[in-house]
């Protein structure tokens, strides 16, 4: 994986007859730091005694030139990057004290200079990526204190861009050291320790990636399959750097949450690997850790075609995972299947969705509909009962496609629910009863809270009463939350110590252990949750400022045991866990057809 690792000073990264020259993806992330991350490594470094450590960094060296080497700078863009312009800093600020007679000073200068471009042919040493104008910012700066020639009329707005900023920070904290200030900080960063990683492969640098706790911020597989991408696409398909990340952006826009975009290209190759185009040689599952070598093999295969592939199904996957904002056919008459997929943490099953809207669009909606309502009752049962293992989830989704990929005949409601209700891999109706009937909220607070909005759902009596309970806030916190009628917590409150224990707080702190998390102590509420711990008769008159009922009088079907109660004790919590329990299994039998 390492073909070497040592340790330098930055002295010896940046020294003068160096001719390593380190290129940063053309499009990779851009340069991110901030005015904390500027401030913080200039503190560590002026606060040091010598020997300052600021990480490691991953290069990948394709050895094609020993008499002019370069190597792409992976991880550590971040670092290498603000030192180069603290340097070219101290080489303006330098610059406006040297005297004519000052041979030393000048010397210093030439060194600072052939530190930021290379001697033997005056071209950068570090080359930084095109996004953002990262490329041509840095140019600028460099022209702006002499160091190079560079002119681009095109380039706006430079002062708003973080390469200049950054320029811009340093100067105006270093701008009043002395001459004999600003030498000292030159030896402390020239003193400053860096590891050097250099690997032969993008995936070689992305599995170091999960060992290595680096200060910078390590690319994702997303970054590094992003730049085999398009490095390939300019060699083998004719397409600029240019064209192609516009085309790229399809992806990211479709999907832009890099936890998304990551499942997404291990579940393209799950879904798809069936397929003589995307199987990779012994790859039986995309995992975190193969997943680059397997894109490595499809991009070098045939890069045209793996993109398109990558564009088209990163539209479908959009519709899946992103049901809120649905507005084509088929999937808008199934949103709120898809909705209460999401809502049931089902990830693991969009790898099989991908396959089925892929190749089967001609299906009736209804088959859609009973599909994904499978899949709801399917994984609330099995996050409930935690079996099957979270660790074979993707492989019976795997498992599956392989099967409907190889018989077409399967593809039909019956056969998938004989699959899906299969005892290896399908929670019984007495385990999941059981599990129902115990400290549900404790086992697991998502799936009671999908379990609570479904009853209220299928048994509500109104439809002028709708509440969406996974509506969030401008904080992006839900707006219901789950509440204890009986309080959880240590101290309990003498009056519910009265109600449920006739003041025994012994007794009162075995029941609730036994009974808070129970289904039929739970409700959901809009009210603040520092209320919880109000007397019963509080929590169920409770209005808002404009009088409106928002505690247990709320008109909720969950409510309505609440509503009509005067106290509540320990046989209430059990009648209604039963009660709750038997709607739950109803709602979310599945008939084994």
Not at 59 to 76: H, S
Request: charged fraction near 30%; proline fraction near 2%.
């Amino acid at each position: 994986m390492i073909n070497n690792a040592n340790k330098y000073l930055l002295s010896e990264i940046f020294a003068p007859d160096n001719k390593t020259k380190y290129i940063i993806p053309k499009f990779q992330r851009e340069y991110i730091w901030n005015k904390d991350n500027w401030e913080e490594l200039l503190n560590d470094v002026l606060e040091s005694d010598g020997n300052h450590f600021i990480g490691s960094i991953i290069c990948i060296n394709k050895g094609t030139d020993t008499f002019n080497p370069e190597l792409e700078l992976i991880d550590g863009q971040q670092r290498l990057t603000t030192v180069s312009l603290v340097f070219s800093v101290i080489y303006q600020l330098l610059k406006d004290k040297i005297k004519d007679n000052d041979d030393e000073l000048k010397s210093e200068l030439t060194n600072l200079k052939w530190s930021l471009i290379l001697k033997h042919n005056k071209n950068l040493r570090i080359e930084l990526s095109y996004q953002n104008n990262n490329h041509q910012d840095y140019q600028a700066v460099l022209s702006e204190i002499g160091v190079i020639d560079f002119s681009d009329t095109s380039l706006k707005n430079i002062g708003n861009r973080r390469i200049y900023k950054a320029y811009k920070y340093f100067l105006n904290k270093l701008e009043n050291f002395s001459e004999k200030e600003l030498f000292g900080l030159l030896e402390k960063i020239k003193a400053t320790m860096i590891v050097k990683i250099e690997v032969s492969s993008h995936s070689d640098a992305f599995l170091l990636f999960e060992s290595l706790n680096n200060r910078g911020v390590p690319l994702s597989a997303i970054d590094l399959i992003k730049n085999k991408m398009l490095s390939e696409l300019e060699k083998k398909a004719g397409l600029t750097i240019d064209e192609s990340f516009t085309k790229w952006n399809k992806i990211i826009n479709a999907l832009p949450e890099y936890t998304i975009q990551e499942r997404f290209i291990r579940q393209f190759y799950n879904a798809f690997k069936s397929s003589a185009d995307i199987k990779v040689g012994n790859y039986s599952k995309a995992t975190r850790s193969n997943i680059i070598k397997i894109y490595e093999t499809l991009i070098a295969k045939n890069p045209t075609y793996i993109f398109d592939q990558l564009i088209q199904k990163s539209s479908i996957y959009n519709e899946l995972v992103f049901p809120d904002d649905l507005e084509l056919e088929p999937y808008i008459s199934i949103k709120a299947e898809l909705i209460d997929l999401s809502n049931v943490q089902a990830a693991p099953a969009y790898a099989f969705l991908l396959f089925l809207f892929s190749n089967y669009k001609g299906q009736e909606i209804s088959f859609y509909k009973e599909i994904i309502r499978l899949l709801v009752k399917y994984f609330i049962r099995r996050n409930i009962t935690d079996f099957p293992n979270t660790r074979n989830l993707d492989q019976i989704f795997i498992d599956i496609v392989e099967e409907l990929h190889n018989d077409k005949e399967k593809v039909n409601i019956k056969y998938l629910v004989e699959y899906f209700t299969n005892n290896e891999r399908f929670s019984p109706k007495d385990k999941f009863e059981e599990y129902l009937n115990g400290d549900l909220y404790e086992m697991n607070v998502e799936a009671t809270r999908f379990i609570l909005s479904k009853i209220e759902e299928v048994k509500r009596q109104t439809k002028e009463i709708n509440p969406n309970f996974w509506q969030k806030d401008r904080s992006n916190k839900l707006i219901w939350s789950i509440e204890h009628v009986f309080p959880e917590g240590k101290n309990i409150p003498k009056y519910w110590l009265e109600m449920i224990a006739d003041g025994d707080r012994e007794k009162a702190e075995a029941l609730q252990e036994k009974y808070v998390h129970k289904l039929g102590n739970l409700t959901l509420t809009i009210y603040n949750q520092s209320l919880s711990n109000f007397e019963f008769i509080k929590k169920r008159d409770r209005k808002d400022s404009k009088g409106k009922n928002i505690g247990y009088k709320n008109q909720l079907f969950l409510n309505n045991v609440l509503a009509i109660k005067d106290e509540w004790k320990i046989n209430d919590i059990e009648n209604r866990t039963k009660e709750l329990v038997s709607i739950a299994l109803e709602i979310f039998d599945i008939d084994r057809k």
